[in-house]
């Protein structure tokens, strides 16, 4: 941890100021230490370079094993993450430069890398021990920082960010719309926050306005009939997960082996959460989906309100494929 941090970050205990112990420190990384909430005088360790603002909670403990499993596994960045990262965030390169960004749920940190690439400073949060692997990075780069924290108690002051990004990450939280009610008074007036997640069915009259991406147009033609396929790939989804997400978390892992080799097959691949063309990627993200213990879905209806109830002006919603995917580009208002 860089002790520049320090000014943005607040106790996830009471949202106080924290007083910094250092008890290690290597250059300008703060290795091993405490932070002190200033109010209740409980304090949060910080090892290995990464301040731990989290307090231990029970309901967390599976998804916080499964993103460990899943993002220390992980091959590592990829070439197509910048036009992946761009589609979904509906941002460009320039956007980011010199701007001081949030990225919520950073997982192995592939975006957060992404950014810095384009000149931004970047906060890269996540619960899990994947944390580990973008230290690395963050050791020799200055405006690289690392946190380990909670979403629905983010370890931020208000209005710390020029720009907020969470993309696939809350609706893997116990309560989706409590962690973006947390996480949208991070931004500054004026400032972005993008989000996206999983998106559902829901009723026919939301699902037959969503925005398609260029080439879908079939998709628009017969939007009763992809209504129903994508609540039946629901259905049979959650009855997986009803089994898949109280595994242990190897026994999982091992039955995502063969649903890997089935996502190569064409035709047969769509039966499969990933058709990645790399087999490792596919297995990872086959398990993404069949693993964590929560997963939420939304209409980009719901998001929408979210968005406007926190005081955000709609810029873009995101267009998508059969399977909605509700993403939203805001602009918080000025106050
Ligand atoms: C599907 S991954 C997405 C990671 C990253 N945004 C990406 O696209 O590469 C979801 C991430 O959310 C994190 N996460 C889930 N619940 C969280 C919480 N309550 N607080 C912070 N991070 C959380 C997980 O640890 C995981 O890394
Ligand atoms: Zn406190």
């Known amino acids: 941890m860089k002790s520049s941090l320090l000014e943005r970050l607040a106790s996830p205990c009471c949202a106080g100021p924290l007083r910094l112990d250092i008890k290690m420190q290597r250059g300008s990384e703060i290795e091993e230490g405490a932070l002190v909430c200033a109010v209740c005088s409980r304090a949060y360790p910080i090892t290995a370079g990464i301040p731990r603002l989290r ?33 979904e965030s509906q941002l460009s ?11 919520a749920g950073c997982g192995m940190g592939r975006y957060s890398l992404v950014v810095r690439a384009w000149g931004a400073e970047v906060v890269a949060l996540d619960l899990s021990e994947s944390l580990d692997r973008l230290m690395q990075a963050a050791r020799s780069d200055p405006h690289l920082h690392v946190v380990q924290g909670d979403l629905l108690r983010p370890p931020f ?3 710390s960010f020029d720009m907020v990004y969470s993309h696939g990450v809350l609706h893997h939280t116990p309560d989706t719309r409590q962690a973006f009610r947390a996480l949208a008074p991070l931004v500054k007036p004026g400032g972005l926050l993008s989000v996206w997640l999983y998106g559902k069915a829901g009723r026919f009259k939301d699902f037959a306005t969503n925005p398609l991406r260029p080439g879908r147009g079939g998709i628009g033609r017969h939007r009763r009939l992809a209504w129903l396929i994508v609540a039946i790939r629901q ?16 026994v999982t892992y091992a039955l995502c082996y063969p649903l890997a080799a089935l996502g190569a097959v064409p035709g047969l691949k769509y039966l499969t959460f990933s058709v990645e063309t790399d087999f490792k990627v596919r ?14 879905h ?34 918080r208002k000025q106050t």
Do not use: C, M
Request: no cysteine; hydrophobic share 40%.
């Open 283 to 296: 297995l990872i993200e086959d398990f993404d989906w069949l693993s964590p213990p929560f997963q939420f």
């Open 235 to 250: 259905l049979i989804s959650d009855s997986l997960r009803f089994f898949t997400t109280r595994l242990p978390l190897a």
């Open 93 to 103: 390169a320039r956007d980011f430069q010199g701007k001081l960004v949030l990225d």
């Open 157 to 159: 002051k208000k209005d």
């Open 298 to 331: 939304h209409t980009k209806e719901e998001l929408s309100a979210w968005f406007v109830e926190a005081g955000y002006d709609i810029l873009k919603v995101l267009p998508h494929g059969l399977v909605p995917k509700p993403g939203i580009l805001g602009r």
């Open 55 to 87: 307090e231990n909670r029970e309901i967390l403990s599976r998804t916080q094993e499964s993103f460990s499993w899943e993002w220390t596994r992980y091959p590592g960045s990829r070439p197509e993450d910048r036009a992946v990262f761009l589609e």
